[in-house]
């Protein structure tokens, strides 16, 4: 670099700043190459890792329910968080294990994520509509006999799916809900008046916890069964597969997950409304629903 004449720097490179500046260029041009192939391979690992288990979950699942060609009685349940619908630790999971042992012939059992309540709704629809025209007719609609039941974020979708299908003109028996955890664009605590009966059950312990109430838009249609407080710290449950973040965080709804007094309650109250003595009756929605008196 020199001064010229004229008072302007004159800037001149040499062979060496040429070279540097061309290695430079390379090296910016490698490292794009090599973040976009690195992005590439994460994605396709995680592809690889998360879709044989959705297939499996899925497959396994609707063979393992053996679904008939008509369903006397629907047994939908739903894990919470972001657990698999198969997970053998979980309270759902396990429940579904015991009453596909025990309901009468013909009972369609299924657990699903929290998040699958679109495809719970469409396996729910397919199934009633035993002349497969694609229209649930008032005579397949009113044969309906279904229970949702579900375990924190699992416990909402159970109401949502209950709403859903109110929307169809669909009544449902009974739900259930543990511990139920809504999300932020959810109402989980008005039980929609398709619903026969519902039930709901909930600690308080921890930085997690279910609702403590719930209430019938029409109470002439749906009887609230009770809303009961669990003390985990009077009766403690043991969890040995929980994690330590359960354990130190969220104690008592990790335990309103594995409490095996709790979840034969719900078993009872399941097989009994589908034993063939059973009287409740789910009544089918009209519009609009009424609120709470």
Not at 269 to 276: G, Y
């Amino acid at each position: 670099m020199e001064m010229g004449k004229s008072g302007r720097v004159n800037v001149s490179f040499s062979a060496s700043d040429r070279q540097a500046k061309s290695s430079q260029q390379a090296r910016n041009l490698f490292l794009r190459c090599f973040n976009r192939f690195r992005a590439s391979v994460v994605s396709l690992t995680i592809l690889a890792a998360t879709l044989p288990a959705s297939a499996s979950g899925v497959n396994t699942a609707v063979v393992g329910s053996a679904a008939p060609a008509v369903a006397s009685n629907i047994v939908i349940g739903f894990v919470g968080g972001f657990v698999d619908h198969e997970n053998p630790h979980h309270g759902p999971v396990q429940l579904a294990q015991r009453i596909r042992q025990t309901v009468p012939r013909g009972t369609y059992v299924r657990v699903f994520e929290n998040r699958r309540r679109k495809r719970a709704h469409d396996v729910i629809v397919s199934l009633l509509d035993t002349n497969r025209d694609g229209v649930l007719s008032v005579d397949e609609k009113s044969r309906a006999r279904i229970i949702l039941f579900g375990h924190s974020w699992g416990a909402a979708a159970a109401v949502m799916l209950a709403r859903d299908l109110r929307r169809e003109g669909v009544p449902v028996l009974l739900t259930v809900q543990v511990d139920s955890v809504a999300k932020l664009w959810q109402n989980d605590s008005t039980i929609p008046d398709n619903v026969a009966e519902a039930v709901n059950f909930y600690q308080t312990e921890g930085i997690v916890h279910g609702r403590q109430h719930i209430r019938a838009a029409d109470p002439a249609k749906t009887e609230i069964l009770g809303n009961y407080r669990i003390d985990y710290k009077k009766d403690p449950v043991e969890c040995p597969a929980a994690s330590w973040w359960d354990r130190v965080f969220t104690p008592g709804h990790m335990q309103s997950e594995c409490d095996p007094n709790l979840w034969s309650r719900i078993e009872n109250l399941v097989t009994q409304r589908l034993s063939p003595q059973a009287t409740s009756v789910a009544v089918a929605p009209t519009d609009p629903p009424q609120s709470s008196r």
